[in-house]
């Protein structure tokens, strides 16, 4: 069974510095997620929930307790060693798309491709643009893109190194309902077909009423919702 | 990993460019390569103009003497082989006749090829009007000069006899590329064909002859040949080059390098503090960029190396550029300039261009490096979290390389350990100081808040909330309003102080080997005829015997001037008063009451090249009289006042009784021809020794050099601006989205246009008085220690620092800030 989880947090905490004192953010926080399900973190703003989701991607060291990600303990890599992981398991998806304004979207697909030193980069980029919807436009500059474009092309570049665990950070946040709708649908649709686990941060209630998991995150505790 | 690294950072790059971003980066470095090129192709090309002028008075580059035998053929051929020009001349001092009468000449023989540098002055009769041309008299021909001429009589068309051969009087001698400053030549002198020399006989075992091979050529050819020569010559060859020619044009020479390395030290300085800023606002601006890539997958080493390509490709395509724009600036500044120039001035070396890409690179290294390297260590999580910053750098860290590269490219352009020094330590003082400053003044100005109006709190509380950005533009502005300020000062000194030095009427004409019982008469006769006359000394020859009691043969000399100044007899004088050419520099002069007593005064050069110091006993036979005398004082010489000065000199009424002749020096209207003919019938034994070319030489270098200073300050004021431009742009993100909030809550574009006005007014307010302080002090030091010049203190300095600081700076700071406002407040908020 074991076998199965591909994400894990255990007794994980997070703590910094304030003018107050200590303050914990994310306080012995314990869950897992077994492979191609879908689960989601919901709370109010400041929560804890971008920080639990930096700690489960390793873009941040916890004070406390572990992170196992593809079967990997976060916690002995050093920063090139999770970037390396990241590089080759993970995808993610931001509520402000991230895009580097300087490449294309094609480029900026291929971008975690040619990180990983893959020799298919384009036509994986462009196979993942077409499944997106972006198989015309993939010659723009994430300015010439409306919002819910430049979403899909992160999306496309979030999915193009079939990453075991995929991390959307509010992914329809910055999107009207109609535009935020459609992206939803495609991510659903692209983490059913290619089996991808997807952990999902938002405090849009609707939106996590679609995964097979929800937890509320209150003060920094995780609570099954 | 690498290849990867380089082919994304290639792409970004290219990107980057397309879409603008490099712009300040890339503009900025070339500027500051363009201004620093630039200026090394100006000097490079004056340098060589004044030292080829210079040559001039040697007539070639290098010059190889010999007085037994003619320096042998093998140099020549030697020479020959690498490229050099060659030429011979000898001088043999002879009787020359025309009928009855006969006068003592120096007769010179010249081969076809002279002179390989300059051109000899010649005119129809005796102290014409020179014509120049470029070749000595051909066969069958002499040329003698105006003194030989009134001597014995003749004019243009007779004939003389020297020696065994007849030769016809072609043209008058008037001026000799190589007559040189000193004063071997006192008799008249004659050219004439080297060929025709056999026919004289003038040349037999044991004549006093001087034989000296002339070589010219490409630059780099002849400083190797050279060191050849050095190795190869034979005891008793004397090699010259243009150091050792004269006094009065090397001092001309030192002071104008002197100057134009600090020149473009102000710009090396500009060019760094150019760059500082891009690289921080580029920096600024890849945080975002950087992070993503690490999201996706990057390493540190992924990214430090993309960043490292990238900044070696702008390095190269700003040298390139920057070169290209320093070449035409200075080509164009050439063109505008023309008129001041004498002759076209050689081509460049390609010296500067390498220049431009070792200080593209340096700057970069030591600017830009630090903080790309804070960039590879921006935590990933900044996509989630925009508050996230890279981590304080260690702080060796962020100054050492920059430290590292100012000190190299100071070193590289000063190479004088006292410049050096003087210079990075007025410069870690003060931007200490104007660091200090800035940071008082930018708390002082947030207790000021509550007192003012509503665009000069907005400006001031700018200052306050950057305050580290603040003190770091008040240090630029400090620095760049500072250079410029002593550039003006230190110009204005040295140009006053260079004409003050070459009056118009300084003397032109030497008088040597007046008789005592005449020099009365002679003064008279000068006096009557209106002629400026300067103090006049007695003159004696000495031949230096023992020092401290050690005959001067047995004595090795580490400096071969001493060499020389052991051997030949040295002219010496006496004096009571010092003179205000002159200048102790160690020991003291004599009172009255030591007249008489054996002392004596030694020039700072003949000093240094005997090895002596005050105290020592020096021993000269002086026409047959052994006197010992103790060095009382060194004496630095001001050569270039064209005054009679001596390298050893006594106090009066100890050689009196030896007195042999006496020497003045004057000033005569040019054109005064008659008045010399005059004088040299009427007072046959008197040497005349015309100075008019060497001071028109000299002359010519100090317009050249003063040019080369006024081109300079165009550059450096250039770069001044881009330095102001470049910080002004550095804030410019941050200012345009203040603005749009600051509209949106319902301020209007003046009240914010006001604010950015004020803040800026008060960086420049406070930068310019630090700056002019700065100025005061550093012009004082560089115009005493360095350039030797006097120097005023001039107010305006603090009102040009103060006014034209706070004008420039806020002006820039609209000009560059001007578009902040242009942007409706949505677009920026949107996007920001």
Redesign the interface.
């Known amino acids: 069974m074991t076998k199965d989880i591909v994400l894990e947090a255990r007794e994980l905490s997070k703590e910094v510095s304030s003018p107050e004192g200590r303050l914990a953010i994310v306080q012995k926080v314990s869950f897992s997620v077994h492979a191609g399900e879908s689960a989601a973190i919901v709370g109010a703003s400041g929560a804890g929930k971008s920080t639990l989701l930096a700690l489960l991607a390793g873009l941040d060291t916890p004070s406390d307790g572990k992170v196992l990600l593809a079967g990997e303990d976060l916690t002995t890599l050093d920063e090139d060693g999770r970037a390396r992981l990241r590089a080759e398991r993970v995808g993610f998806v931001f509520q402000s798309f991230h895009l580097v304004p300087a490449l294309t979207a094609l480029e900026n697909v291929m971008l975690p491709l040619e990180l990983a030193g893959r020799s298919d980069a384009k036509a994986a980029a462009l196979e993942a643009l077409d499944r997106v919807g972006l198989r015309e436009r993939v010659g723009h500059y994430p300015r010439q893109l409306s919002g819910g474009e430049q979403q899909r092309v992160a999306i496309a570049r979030a999915f193009v190194v079939r990453p075991a665990v995929l991390f959307a950070d509010e992914p329809t946040g910055n999107l009207d309902t109609v535009t935020g709708a459609r992206i939803a649908d495609l991510l659903f649709d692209l983490n059913t077909r290619s089996g991808t686990t997807l952990v999902l941060v938002t405090h849009d209630r609707a939106l996590a009423a679609r995964c097979n998991r929800v937890w509320v995150m209150e003060a920094g505790r995780l609570a099954q919702g | 990993m690498l290849r ?1 690294s380089a ?2 950072g290639v ?2 790059l290219g ?2 460019w397309k ?1 603008g ?1 490099l712009g300040i980066l890339l503009i900025a470095l070339i500027v500051a390569v363009g201004a620093l090129t630039g200026v090394g192709f100006l000097v490079n090309r004056i340098s060589q103009s004044v030292a080829l002028q210079a040559n001039e008075v040697l007539a070639a580059d290098l010059r190889l003497e010999s007085g037994a035998a003619a320096p042998e053929e093998a140099y020549i051929t030697e020479a020959k082989n690498r490229g050099l020009r060659t030429a011979r001349s000898t001088s043999v001092l002879s009787v020359v006749f025309r009928d009855e009468r006969n006068q003592l000449a120096n007769v010179r023989a010249v081969s076809e090829e002279y002179p390989l540098r300059g051109t000899v002055g010649v005119a129809n009769a005796a102290f014409g009007a020179p014509v120049a041309v470029g070749r000595g008299p051909a066969r069958g021909e002499v040329w003698p000069d105006s003194k030989l001429l009134a001597a014995l009589d003749v004019a243009v068309g007779d004939t003389l006899s020297v020696g065994a051969g007849t030769f016809r009087v072609t043209r008058v001698l008037i001026t000799r590329p190589d007559q040189g400053g000193g004063f071997g030549e006192l008799a008249p002198s004659m050219l004439m064909h080297a060929d025709d020399l056999p026919s004289t006989r003038l040349l037999q075992p044991g004549s006093r002859a001087t034989h000296a091979v002339l070589f010219a050529g490409e630059r780099g050819a002849v400083v190797r040949f050279k060191a050849w020569l050095d190795k190869n010559k034979k005891r008793g060859q004397r090699l010259l080059d243009v150091s050792e020619a004269s006094p009065q044009i090397q001092n001309a020479i030192d002071r104008a390098g002197r100057f134009l390395s600090l020149a473009s030290l102000v710009a090396v300085l500009l060019c760094a503090i150019a760059i500082a800023m891009a690289a921080r606002r580029y920096v600024q601006r890849h945080l ?2 950087v992070a ?11 990214t430090l190396s993309m960043s490292l390509v990238q900044l070696c490709i702008i390095a190269i395509v700003a040298a390139l550029i920057g070169s290209g724009v320093g070449y035409l600036a200075q080509e164009w500044l050439l063109r505008a300039l023309e008129g001041l120039l004498r002759a076209n001035l050689p081509p460049p070396d390609w010296l500067p261009l390498g220049l431009g890409f070792l200080t593209a690179i340096a700057l970069l290294a030591g600017f830009a490096l630090p903080p790309l390297l804070q960039l590879s260590r921006v ?3 900044r ?3 925009r508050d996230m910053e890279p981590p304080p750098p260690v702080v060796w860290l962020a100054f050492g390389p920059a430290i590292a590269a100012v000190v190299f490219l100071v070193w590289w352009v000063v190479r004088d350990a006292r410049l050096f020094a003087g210079f990075i330590g007025g410069l870690a003082v003060f931007t200490a100081i104007l660091a200090l400053a800035g940071w008082a003044m930018v708390r002082l100005a947030g207790s000021t808040r509550g007192s003012v109006g509503v665009s000069w709190r907005y400006g001031i509380a700018n200052l306050s909330r950057r305050r580290a950005e603040s003190v770091v533009q008040i240090v630029a502005f400090g620095l760049g309003i500072m250079v410029l300020l002593l550039l003006a000062v230190v110009r204005n000194d040295l140009l006053t102080d260079w004409r003050r030095s070459l009056p118009e009427n300084l003397p032109n004409f030497f008088f040597i080997n007046i008789p005592p019982d005449e020099r009365m008469a002679f003064f008279d006769f000068l006096d009557e005829r209106g002629a400026s006359r300067s103090r006049a000394l007695p003159m004696i020859r000495a031949r230096l015997t023992q020092l401290n009691g050690q005959p001067i043969e047995k004595i090795q000399f580490v400096d071969p001037r001493g060499e020389g100044y052991s051997r030949r007899d040295q002219n010496i004088t006496w004096q009571a008063d010092l003179g205000d050419d002159n200048q102790i520099v160690a020991g003291r002069w004599w009172t009255p009451a030591e007249h008489g007593r054996p002392l004596v005064s030694i020039s700072d050069e003949y000093q240094q090249g005997l090895g002596l110091k005050v105290g020592d006993r020096m021993t000269f036979d002086i026409a047959g009289e052994v006197i010992e005398a103790e060095v009382a004082s060194v004496r630095k010489i001001k050569w270039d006042s064209f005054q009679p000065n001596f390298f050893v000199v006594f106090p009066p009424g100890l050689l009196d009784e030896l007195a042999g002749t006496w020497m003045t020096s004057a000033y005569f209207k040019p054109g005064d021809g008659r008045v010399i003919s005059d004088l040299v019938r009427r007072f046959p034994s008197v040497s005349v020794f015309d100075l008019d070319d060497l001071l028109s030489q000299v002359r010519s270098v100090v317009d050249k050099a003063a040019m080369a200073v006024q081109s300079v300050f165009v550059f450096t004021l250039f770069a001044g601006l881009v330095v102001l431009l470049a910080a002004v742009q550095a804030s410019r993100d941050e200012r345009r989205y203040e603005s749009a909030m600051l509209r949106t809550l319902g301020a209007s574009r003046g009240t914010v246009a006001r604010g950015i006005v004020a803040e800026f007014s008060a960086l420049g307010l406070l930068s310019g008085l630090l700056a002019a302080t700065g100025a005061s002090i550093a012009g004082y030091f560089l115009a005493k220690q360095i350039l030797q010049v006097s120097y005023s203190f001039d107010p305006l300095l603090w009102l040009f620092g103060l006014l034209g600081g706070g004008a420039l700076v806020a002006a820039s700071g609209w000009l560059a800030t001007r578009s902040v406002l242009k942007q409706p407040p949505a677009s920026t908020l949107r996007s920001g």
Do not use: C, N, W, Y
């Open positions: 990867r082919m994304l792409r970004l990107r980057e879409s971003e975002d960029s993503l890539l690490k999201t996706v997958g990057a390493t540190r080493g992924f935590p990933a999580i996509v989630l979290r």
